[in-house]
């Protein structure tokens, strides 16, 4: 009954979908309301029916009816409650559905927000949603039914993959990256939108685009966050980035992402880069599609192989049609996309994000060509290779730094042009502490020149961002007699874009100097410890107190109880352990983290006796790692400063309460206010 | 626009700054690769390709051979066999195993071959995707069991 439910709500959610994509076109050109109107009930509609299809879906696994195909995949009645809702997105056809209802939630949002605009710009946005909609639609009915019938009904199912029922964060990390990546399509269809309703030279679909690209954005790098957490807290190597195809996928629409929301405000300040920003819109979307497919279809082998599916084809497919379609709309509006300025003075904000664009791009090239070169190799010459961490240590290393620095010029810089003078006063300070942090990273022992370089640069780019803060706070105290705190909301409040820029700029700091850090001063200890003994690693030592087991009754677990001590003093313990599942054939480790905001100690249990007499320990002592979370969590911060219009009287702020005292923060609009308000941005 | 021929030669210098920032990527990114890509062999490949493969990173595929393991829990010393079911290699490693090895596993190793021993930096394991019910007296379950009675017994004692 659950199977049927499910089943027939996404196939009658793939016909109003296909309805919907219909029905635009028409509606528009014909100029007929009423059509306009029922492709957005259709839109509403298709959510309804993916929600039921999903929940269906959750049913089906928490009561384990093993006669749906996916449950028999993933669920087991050993496994708890909380890993058995979250094997939602365990392998591939749940990790559509999942997909599908994140896009058709999205659908339904960007039609409740903006319904009432005039023109055919929203009509040809949603009729973008849609036909994504549909694409995932099919596969749901087809390649990745997740609601095939399993006949005669197993007893038991084997479980979701070991690996993902071991951490919590893994029911964080896929909805986080889901919102982000499938939030991209959002500003795609805009783009998309625009171009067909030939509303280009309008600012109007840029600021909407701009803002969900902002939102997605957050999303996605609280999900990479979150994603190099679990891999550090699971996997047991004690680090959090490998360049592993499925970190990359993730991280390469990020660059772009990152890349449009500079160059956007070139183009709104400008006039300039718009081919430039509708290309890097759809590129980010392209490869979310072929993240997407490089992770899904097994065409890559990886340490996050979640099976190979025979959907490879689709993909495929439908990155062909992206940008297609997209490059047929482009060429159609290239008039409208005609640069208005141009660039006077080299020295200006304008270069930098120019240069910071340029960067950016370099940078995901790079990661593709990485990624994309093993398979390349394999067609072409019939050789199995990887290409390795050193490529793209060696390729991105110098990129990274480049941008780090002109993380500092941008803010620093004035458009258009700067005099000599402006130079010196604003970039000397960094400066300085760009050589004080060099000379402080030299003396406590960083030898390698791009940790120096990436300290140094972080500091430059530091002092310049929080001089930003600095100048304006100063110049409100001076010239409207507030006090510091009163000065930092207002001037905040009256340019969220400019300064929630600057707070994500310091996180994006935290992390280059956590990463730096971490990899530059890690050190490994390994030994085998007899019961009761200690071994040495740096700064502590580690007592092997005792080895004991533990049945549960989904796994078996053997850990190892370790005292940690300081000078002699024990200051805690930890339990590294190895859990061993019935249907894995190998023990999955488990680390254990004693985090401190200077750094970690992580232990691993690497062997161990079968009489619990002795075990193998790996130690690695890493400064700085929170630091890469912490960091994360400010540019989220960031995001969401710069994600709502700043503090101006307009149509959607008539009514808004303004406290009696005129102090405090901006009152909060309701969303649907931000959506659809025209507001400008505040002057930067 | 203002002055079309300013712009063309605008135009003209871009492309021209685009070519050069993009062949100097290209030269430096085909470099990198050149240098980066590890060939991964299996066992029967490795031994075929002789001298070619001798002392450069090369990542070396295959299964782990059955009582090939050994373990020096002390020296952190570990040695086992990779086979294809054609050829087998010896492979060695220093530092702990990736946690535990099992006969007739699929393991990745990465490292150079000299003297006729693979000499491995990096150990990793293969996470099967497969979830086949394993075998009657294959579960490691069964082979822990016992391992969890003595562990018992140790703690009551």
Not at chain 1, 321 to 330: E, K, M
Not at chain 1, 515 to 533: D, L, M
Not at chain 1, 623 to 628: A, S
Request: charged fraction near 15%.
């Amino acid at each position: 009954m659950t199977r049927l439910i499910g089943h027939s709500a996404l196939l009658v959610a793939l016909f109003v979908a296909a309805l919907g994509v219909v029905l635009a076109p028409i509606g528009v050109k014909r100029a007929r309301q009423d059509l306009v109107r029922a492709m957005y009930s259709a839109t509403y509609a298709m959510f309804a029916l993916v929600t039921a299809a999903t929940f269906a879906m959750i049913y089906a696994l928490v009561t384990h009816d093993f006669s749906v195909g996916y449950v028999a995949q993933v669920g087991s009645r050993a496994t708890p409650l909380f890993y058995t809702i979250i094997s939602l997105w365990g392998a591939l056809e749940g990790s559509i559905l999942f997909w599908a209802w994140v896009l058709t939630l999205l659908s339904a949002l960007v039609v409740f927000w903006n319904r009432d605009r005039e023109g055919a710009l929203i009509p040809y946005t949603t009729m973008t949603m849609l036909s994504v909609s549909v694409f995932f639609l099919i596969l749901l009915a087809g390649p990745a039914d997740p609601f095939t019938l399993i006949s005669p009904t197993p007893p038991d199912g084997p479980g979701p993959n070991p690996l993902l029922q071991n951490h919590i964060l893994m029911g964080v990390h896929p909805p986080l990256l889901y919102l982000g990546y499938v939030g991209l399509t959002v500003p795609f269809a805009f783009a998309v939108g625009a171009m067909a309703a030939g509303e280009v030279a309008t600012d109007d679909w840029i600021r909407l685009s701009r803002r969900w690209t902002l939102g997605a954005w957050a999303f996605l790098t609280a999900a990479i966050i979150a994603g190099m957490w679990w891999s550090y807290e699971v996997l047991g190597w004690g680090g959090y980035w490998a360049w592993d195809p499925v970190e990359n996928a993730s991280f390469m629409p990020w660059l772009t992402a990152t890349a449009f929301l500079h160059s956007v405000m070139v183009q709104e300040r400008r006039g300039m880069l718009k081919l430039w920003n509708l290309n890097l819109i759809v590129a980010t979307f392209a490869l979310t599609i072929l993240g997407t497919f490089l992770t899904r279809s097994g065409v890559l082998s990886s340490v996050h192989a979640f099976g190979e599916g025979p959907i490879g084809m689709y993909f495929l497919v439908a990155i062909a049609l992206t940008l297609l379609v997209s490059f047929a709309l482009v060429a159609g509006n290239s008039e409208a996309l005609a640069s208005e300025g141009r660039l006077d003075g080299v020295a200006a904000r304008e270069t930098v994000f120019l240069l910071n664009n340029l960067m950016l791009t370099a940078f995901t090239f790079t990661v593709l060509v990485g990624t994309l070169f093993p398979i390349i190799a394999e067609a072409a010459r019939g050789v199995k290779v990887s290409v390795g961490e050193p490529f793209f240590n060696k390729m991105t290393l110098p990129i990274c730094a480049s941008l780090l620095f002109l993380m500092g010029v941008g803010p620093a810089l004035p458009w258009r042009r700067a005099s000599k003078d402006v130079m010196r006063r604003q970039l000397v300070p960094p400066l300085i502490g760009a050589a004080i942090a060099a000379f402080a990273a030299i003396a406590i022992g960083a030898r390698q020149v791009y940790a120096v370089l990436a300290f140094a640069f972080a500091a430059f780019a530091l002092v310049a961002n929080l001089r930003e803060y600095w100048t304006g706070i100063k110049a409100r105290m001076q010239l409207r007699n507030e006090d510091a705190m009163t000065a930092l909301g207002r001037l905040v409040g009256a340019n969220r874009r400019r300064y929630g820029g600057y707070v994500a700029h310091i996180g994006v700091i935290a992390v280059a100097v956590a990463i730096t850090a971490s990899s530059t001063f890690r050190k490994e200890y390994e030994a085998t410890v007899k019961k009761g003994q200690v071994m040495d690693a740096g700064a502590f030592q580690m007592r092997l107190v005792e080895v004991y087991a533990r049945e549960e009754p989904q796994r078996s677990r053997i850990a190892a109880n370790v005292a940690v001590l300081k000078d002699g003093k024990e200051i805690g313990r930890l339990d590294p352990a190895m859990n061993f599942y019935p249907t894995s054939q190998q023990p999955i480790p488990t680390p254990a983290v004693r985090s401190r905001p200077w750094g970690d100690i992580y232990l691993n249990l690497m062997a161990f006796k079968q009489d619990g007499s002795d075990a193998t320990l790996k130690v690695i002592v890493e400064p700085m790692v929170p630091w890469i979370w912490f960091g994360g969590a400010i540019i989220c911060l960031g995001a969401i400063i710069s994600m709502f219009p700043a503090r101006r009287r307009s149509a959607a702020w008539v009514g808004a309460p303004v406290p009696a005292d005129g102090r405090g923060v901006a009152p909060v609009p309701s969303a649907a206010g931000i959506m659809a308000s025209n507001s400008l941005e505040g002057a930067d | 626009m203002s002055g079309n021929i300013e712009g063309r030669k605008r135009a003209a210098l871009l492309v021209a700054a685009v070519i050069v920032i993009g062949g100097t990527f290209g030269y430096l990114m085909y470099g990198g690769l050149d240098k980066n890509v590890v060939y991964f062999l299996t066992p029967q490949e490795l031994l075929a390709k002789g001298t070619k493969v001798v002392d450069v990173p090369v990542r070396l595929g295959g299964m782990v051979a059955p009582g090939s393991v050994k373990w020096d829990a002390e020296k952190l010393d570990l040695r086992f066999q990779v086979m294809d079911g054609v050829k087998t290699v010896e492979v060695h490693s220093k530092g702990a195993p990736p946690q535990m090895f099992r006969d007739n596993m699929g393991v990745v190793c990465e490292g150079r071959f000299k003297n006729g021993v693979f000499e491995s930096t990096n150990l990793m394991i293969k996470h099967s995707e497969e979830y086949r019910a394993p075998k009657a007296g294959q579960t490691p379950q069964e082979m822990y069991k016992e391992m969890f009675k003595t562990l018992r017994e140790d703690a009551k004692s």
